[in-house]
């Protein structure tokens, strides 16, 4: 009976749409668009009722029920974008269609998952469990609707008047860092929150009493949450791609502007550093100055050399490279480019100089020649970064290209500005050249995130194993957040009390601490001795802590360069096998002890 009903609906459905489509092409035909747009109109009220009927019959249906809110969400997804229009904003329309779209895919995929953890294994049936719960976990539906509003209103929030290569970026650096920091909250509180709310609602007990050991338990509400946040970095990745391709054919200033874009922001680009030319390189510059050094200061430079002032030397001897006086060229060699010449027809030049002091017109004047050819270069922006394109056929057949950078007024010489012109260390010079597509560098960026959400989601199940609710999350947000401010964190306590012993090996380093420490002492210098042990305290807990920022794939898709595969080999190697492995094995040891209920006698 149901069947037959379900064919009759279907039916009408059919022949509504195509009555409505033939009397369309036939008002058309006669020349009456007006009322054929009125008709359609007209038709599609019919069809939406129709439709609403039809789903409100089954309405006892989990399907009809999926269905009637994407039909409905979309309606009114449709009428706000019809308001948008109307008023003259298409970003605001395509927001619109966008937050429908993005809530669309995370309900279809919610439900493809739960098919897929269908069968009646232990594991599949907690990790479905978990996925359930997290539906009706108020934290965690907060920041799956925050995510899903954040990627289609970020855009609006920029400002127009700004270049488009640099609304791009801004867009890309803050949807995608969005995205990790409400998936890594999302990961911590669901994970603490499955756990400690079992055991604190006693429903663990139901779960223990069945045929599954607690390992089990464990993976079983991690592959869940692993599953939801793959389900939600797809969801949010899609939606970045795609208004970053609107974002794309939006209005550019100027033609620069365009090709920064397209050739800057929107590739993958593997990127070169520059070697010295000379044979010998910086280490015949290391030696000159350490010759003139002891011939000033003897007995401090004498034999066997102290490694802090070994190391002031090596530092000064590069930001001399990097510097260069009124009229002196210096000459930075770029290797391995010769893969250049088989995929792009051009190689980008990126200098960022500045100048002491700095010229009237904030512009530095530079005269370049590349492999021995002169190649025009406009005044160079001050502490901005600036790209010359070169064409590939610059490159020797030896993969190289020799840039010599004078500090030379190329017009006129004798108009050269008295300053010292500088290139930052690292950022300075570096050439780039597209190697591959932005879609790739996408998808490589939310896998490095996804490895790192797969570790906290094993750090907040660990901690609810044996802690209560509040301390599980405060000490899992405490490790993501020192773990995501690593770098920081570690040049922060390099700068607070720098260790000169990189030439030493660990004993050497060990005993060199010591007697710093003693020595500090000794000659009453007892806040400097003090900073050694909080330097030595603060490494220590580091060491124990994974590094996110060494697998932080977003600034580099964001600036248009390579994400290489190096990255996530080692994410998934050190931050998803290691340590979320180390993790598992302590919150397991630890959970498998844990007395959950007492019999009373």
């Given at each position: 009976m149901w069947h037959k009903r379900w064919f009759q609906w279907l039916g009408v459905l059919v022949g509504l749409h195509v009555i409505g489509a033939a009397v369309i092409v036939l008002l058309i035909s006669q020349g009456s668009s007006t009322g054929a747009y009125w008709f359609g109109a007209f038709d599609g009220v019919l069809i939406h009722l129709w439709v609403y009927w039809g789903l409100w019959c089954r309405r006892d249906r989990r399907p009809a029920q999926w269905a009637a809110a994407a039909i409905i969400s979309g309606d009114i997804a449709s009428l706000i974008a019809v308001i948008c229009l109307t008023t003259g904003s298409l970003a605001g329309a395509i927001a619109a269609w966008g937050i429908w779209a993005m809530g669309a895919g995370f309900g279809l995929g919610l439900a493809v998952i739960r098919l897929v953890l269908s069968p009646g294994l232990s594991v599949l049936g907690v990790a479905r469990t978990l996925i359930d719960e997290a539906i009706?976990?108020?934290?965690?539906?907060?920041?799956?609707?925050?995510?899903?509003?954040?990627?289609?209103?970020?855009?609006?929030?920029?400002?127009?008047?700004?270049?488009?290569?640099?609304?791009?970026?801004?867009?890309?650096?803050?949807?995608?860092?969005?995205?990790?920091?409400?998936?890594?909250?999302?990961?911590?509180?669901?994970?603490?929150?499955?756990?400690?709310?079992?055991?604190?609602?006693?429903?663990?007990?139901?779960?223990?009493?069945?045929?599954?050991?607690?390992?089990?338990?464990?993976?079983?509400?991690?592959?869940?949450?692993?599953?939801?946040?793959?389900?939600?970095?797809?969801?949010?990745?899609?939606?970045?791609?795609?208004?970053?391709?609107?974002?794309?054919?939006?209005?550019?200033?100027?033609?620069?502007?365009?090709?920064?874009?397209?050739?800057?922001?929107?590739?993958?680009?593997?990127?070169?550093?520059?070697?010295?030319?000379?044979?010998?390189?910086?280490?015949?510059?290391?030696?000159?100055?350490?010759?003139?050094?002891?011939?000033?200061?003897?007995?401090?430079?004498?034999?066997?050399?102290?490694?802090?002032?070994?190391?002031?030397?090596?530092?000064?001897?590069?930001?001399?490279?990097?510097?260069?006086?009124?009229?002196?060229?210096?000459?930075?060699?770029?290797?391995?480019?010769?893969?250049?010449?088989?995929?792009?027809?051009?190689?980008?030049?990126?200098?960022?100089?500045?100048?002491?002091?700095?010229?009237?017109?904030?512009?530095?004047?530079?005269?370049?020649?590349?492999?021995?050819?002169?190649?025009?270069?406009?005044?160079?922006?001050?502490?901005?970064?600036?790209?010359?394109?070169l064409p590939t056929e610059l490159i020797d057949p030896d993969g190289n290209l020799v840039v010599q950078i004078a500090n030379i007024n190329p017009i006129n010489p004798r108009a050269t500005f008295p300053a010292t012109v500088s290139f930052p260390l690292n950022e300075g010079i570096t050439v780039l050249y597209t190697v591959g597509s932005f879609e790739a560098n996408m998808l490589r960026t939310l896998a490095v995130i996804w490895?790192?959400?797969?570790?906290?989601?094993?750090?907040?199940?660990?901690?609810?194993?044996?802690?209560?609710?509040?301390?599980a999350c405060l000490i899992s947000l405490v490790i993501w957040i020192i773990a995501s401010t690593s770098g920081f964190l570690h040049e922060s306590l390099e700068y607070y009390a720098a260790f000169n012993y990189d030439q030493l090996d660990a004993f050497g380093k060990v005993r060199w601490v010591v007697g710093d420490f003693f020595g500090k002492l000794a000659d009453g210098e007892v806040w400097p001795a003090i900073k050694i042990i909080i330097k030595l305290v603060g490494s220590g807990f580091m060491m124990v802590v994974p590094s996110f920022s060494d697998y932080n794939a977003v600034p580099l898709v964001s600036d248009g360069r390579y994400v290489p595969y190096g990255m996530i080999g080692n994410a998934l190697l050190r931050v998803g096998v290691v340590w979320t492995g180390l993790v598992a094995a302590v919150g397991y040891l630890i959970f498998r002890r844990r007395e959950l209920a007492r019999i009373m006698v």
């Open positions: 009706r976990m108020k934290v965690a539906l907060v920041l799956i609707v925050a995510l899903v509003l954040l990627v289609p209103i970020l855009p609006l929030l920029l400002d127009p008047n700004e270049r488009l290569a640099y609304r791009l970026e801004t867009f890309l650096i803050y949807s995608l860092t969005g995205t990790s920091v409400l998936l890594s909250l999302l990961t911590i509180f669901l994970a603490c929150g499955t756990i400690c709310g079992e055991i604190s609602r006693k429903q663990i007990f139901m779960t223990m009493t069945k045929p599954i050991g607690r390992g089990q338990y464990l993976l079983g509400k991690w592959l869940g949450i692993v599953l939801l946040n793959g389900l939600l970095l797809s969801v949010a990745g899609g939606g970045v791609w795609v208004f970053a391709r609107v974002l794309q054919q939006g209005q550019a200033r100027d033609a620069l502007d365009r090709v920064e874009v397209d050739q800057q922001v929107l590739v993958a680009r593997l990127v070169r550093a520059p070697v010295p030319a000379e044979a010998g390189g910086l280490a015949n510059w290391y030696q000159k100055r350490l010759k003139k050094l002891r011939a000033i200061e003897p007995v401090m430079y004498a034999e066997p050399l102290d490694p802090r002032l070994a190391s002031e030397i090596r530092a000064a001897v590069r930001s001399d490279w990097y510097r260069l006086k009124q009229r002196q060229t210096a000459t930075y060699m770029f290797t391995g480019l010769s893969s250049a010449k088989g995929v792009t027809e051009t190689v980008q030049l990126r200098i960022k100089a500045k100048s002491s002091p700095a010229p009237p017109d904030d512009l530095i004047r530079v005269r370049m020649i590349v492999n021995g050819y002169l190649v025009p270069v406009q005044p160079l922006p001050y502490n901005i970064a600036y790209v010359v394109h490895v790192r959400l797969g570790f906290l989601a094993m750090l907040g199940l660990a901690a609810g194993s044996f802690l209560g609710f509040p301390t």
